[in-house]
């Protein structure tokens, strides 16, 4: 009878409460047998995905009204004669990408340049001169994502990890055309069937920039990636930092890593004078190093000629970006269609001058108020760490008293940064839509590289606040929650405070739970690399995570494709950590008063349907796939599913044995 009654009200309290139309329960379903369905079955049901993405979420949602608001902030700079010099090239970078008629006329002339000094290589001298020209400063593995790139290496600056005082360069393993060494030497029939459809791609690419003999080249620049992929570390290996904090010095990469002529290759990338270096994955990086001096000359040639035309293709006429498209969009991540060009824009504008957008799209649509509410909801939930911390009773004093100076000093950025990136070197064209890209590009590589042998800024952001997302970054000790992640949905001045902490609480429990989870517990106060913990405690700590890596290896999303536990660790225990502190935090909130019901709905399962909500999203089966095999994330549903470790949600929804997501209480996994 009490099933029954949830089933019926939530329909009612979506409506009031989040001011949404569409029912979202599943009536036929039992919370305690799927509860992810219980709460979004008819939004499932009932939503679908738009043919331009891979895709659909609130944060999908959001995104798109982000890339709205961008547009008219864009639009009107380009009116305003009065427009500030960053304004200014804003609408110039974004106009210039929306000339298609002027791209179309230049043809393949804006990459002439970079395709001429290719075909100048005549020696491994060369050809390594050419790869550390290459080298661009790309996302931060501590810091944010998984970095993927298809320059030979990556490159990011950002803390030592031994001494987080001082910047240093730290170095990736690159060079593929797919997201991953799975793609390539997978024997699954989902990666063989984009396999045969990869080496066409290359082909088709180099025939419409008049390359001759295109299929038998392309055929050798896929053997080529295909021995990258096999010096490739394993991506799992990826994200744990203990077995990447591989310190090499300038010296030591001619005798670790022969093959390219390092000397060359560090003097072209602007790091002539850089004494050492972090190797995040030294066997690939001599794999790498080996394959310069083992491969053909002229296979490399065709491998930069390719990546080059790949990573110009959206800059370039129409033909290349269909064809890009038909690999990348349709084969990869199975989107019928291309996004719309300004969306696309948009995206191109962000990247290259994100800061300067983030700036007036923070002014406008992210006001005092729903700053200071978004701050005091994070007092709320680094006090309920604290007390969590406290009410363990398997860590020792010492431990905890550790772990709560690291809470104590903890730096959050809500909405935007204290200070903006200065963009007045950067040289933005009305009318060079790829030479601005290129110029991009460089300014930011120069503006990374010139942080070397400067303090370090703990202000600094890795994130725009137009961007739906969060992070924490460990190194730092500080977390980030930009502007455009803080509104309806996820965060909503409408409806009862509750559900924001299911959700928005949730999330920022999440970021503060990865400094205490398998990576970022790693890190003291200071963002050293240092292990703070006592024996016992952290051997307790590291039993429960592999609990935790092992239900999740027990999720399938596809019958031939399981969950990486241990690859999606950090994040579960992230989002296991961030429930339950949001719970407390929300607990705190209400001051020991009652917390008030809704249409018949307890404070709790408000709470724990909030929760469910914010994960709400629908993936094409390519692009599921992908998540499966390259992300740190669990896909949507599975991270819903983090419910089943805490006894609030049996309560809440009298969950009980037989159900299929219950689990004994001492089969819960707790771990903070």
């Known amino acids: 009878m009490k099933k029954r009654l949830i089933a019926c009200a939530i329909a009612s309290v979506a409506t009031v409460a989040l001011g949404r139309t569409l029912p979202v329960v599943d009536a036929s379903v039992r919370p305690g047998d799927d509860f992810y369905r219980y709460v979004n079955g008819a939004w499932l049901d009932s939503t679908g995905i738009p043919p331009d993405r891979s895709e659909m979420s609130d944060g999908a949602v959001l ?22 010099a960053d304004a200014k090239k804003i609408a110039d970078f974004f ?15 804006p990459l002439q340049p970079q395709l001429r000094e290719i075909a100048a290589i005549r020696d491994r001298t060369s050809l390594s001169r050419v790869l550390g020209g290459q ?60 396999r045969e459809r990869y080496t066409p791609h290359l082909a088709k690419m180099l025939a419409l920039a008049g390359v001759a003999d295109a299929d038998a080249k392309a055929d050798r620049v896929f053997a080529l990636e295909k021995a990258m992929a096999t010096v490739h570390g394993a991506r799992v290996d990826t ?13 030591d990469f001619a005798t670790r890593a022969p093959g390219l002529d390092w000397h060359e290759y560090f003097a072209a990338a602007g790091l002539g004078k850089q004494k050492d270096f ?15 001096a083992s491969q053909p000359l002229e296979t490399w040639k065709e491998w930069l000629t390719v990546r080059a035309i790949e990573r110009a293709s959206p800059y370039l006429p129409k033909a290349f970006v269909d064809e890009r498209f038909e690999f990348y969009g349709r084969t990869l991540n199975g989107t019928p269609q291309p996004r719309d060009r300004w969306k696309r824009g948009i995206a191109a504008t962000n990247a290259a001058l994100g800061d ?22 994070v007092r709320n939930l680094i006090a309920a760490f604290a007390r969590r911390i406290d009410r363990l009773d398997w860590m020792a004093p010492e431990t905890k008293a550790k772990a709560k100076a690291k809470l104590a000093v903890l730096k959050i950025g809500v909405g935007y940064p204290d200070h903006w990136i200065d963009y007045s070197a950067l040289d933005v064209r009305p009318s060079d839509a790829l030479g601005n890209a290129a110029r991009a590009e460089r300014f930011e590589l120069q503006r990374n590289l010139a942080k070397l042998g400067r303090p370090v800024d703990r202000s600094e952001w890795v994130m725009t606040p137009q961007t739906v997302n969060a992070v924490n970054l460990p190194v730092m000790n500080a977390m980030i929650f930009p502007a455009a992640i803080l509104q309806p949905p996820y965060f909503d001045p409408e409806r009862p405070a509750v559900m924001d902490y299911g959700a928005t609480g949730a999330t920022i429990g999440h970021e503060i739970s990865h400094s205490f989870d398998d990576q970022g517990a790693l890190f003291d106060s200071t963002g050293r690399l240092h292990n703070w913990w006592q024996p016992a405690d952290f051997a307790h700590f590291k039993e429960a995570s592999q609990r ?57 399962q408000q709470f724990f349907i909030s929760f469910a909500q914010s994960w709400r999203g ?12 390259t992300d740190g994330h669990s896909p949507d549903e599975y991270r819903a599913d983090t419910v089943r470790n805490l006894d609030e949600w049996y309560r809440a929804f009298d969950i009980r044995p037989g159900e299929k997501l219950y689990l004994k209480p001492e089969d819960r996994v707790r771990i903070w």
Do not use: C
């Not at 690939?284 to 394959?291: M, N, R």
């Not at 300067?356 to 200071?372: D, I, M, N």
């Not at 629908?618 to 095999?629: F, H, P, S, T, W």
């Open 239 to 251: 994200f744990d930092v203990q077995k990447a904090n591989n310190r090499w010095y300038a010296q």
């Open 135 to 194: 080298l661009r400063a790309d996302v931060d593995v501590l810091n944010s994502t998984q970095l993927d790139t298809d320059n030979l290496l990556g490159l990011w600056i950002a803390q030592d990890l031994d001494d987080p005082s001082r910047y240093v360069p730290f170095l990736l393993q690159g060079g593929l055309g797919m997201p991953d060494r799975d793609y390539y030497l997978g024997d699954s029939a989902a990666t063989a069937a984009i």
């Open 278 to 292: 972090i190797v995040w994955q030294p066997a690939a990086v001599t794999g790498l190093s080996a394959l310069v």
């Open 548 to 604: 935790l890596a092992r239900q999740y290896d027990q999720y399938h999303p596809f019958p031939d494709l399981a969950l990486n536990g241990q690859q999606v660790l950090s994040e579960n225990i992230a989002d296991l950590a961030g429930l339950a502190v949001a719970y407390d935090a929300w607990q705190l909130s209400l001051a020991g008063k009652p917390a008030p019901a809704v249409d018949g709905f307890s404070g709790d």
């Open 356 to 377: 300067a957008v983030g700036r007036l799209y923070a002014a406008r649509y992210f006001s005092p108020a729903e700053k200071a509410r978004a701050e005091a909801m």
């Open 95 to 109: 106009n210039a990408f929306m000339d298609e008629a002027s791209i179309e006329r230049a043809g393949l002339a």
């Open 618 to 629: 629908k993936r094409r089966d390519a692009a599921l796939r992908q998540q499966v095999i």
């Open 63 to 84: 995104s798109e009204q982000a890339d709205r608001r961008t547009r008219e902030i864009i639009e009107e700079t380009a009116r305003d004669r009065n427009a500030t």
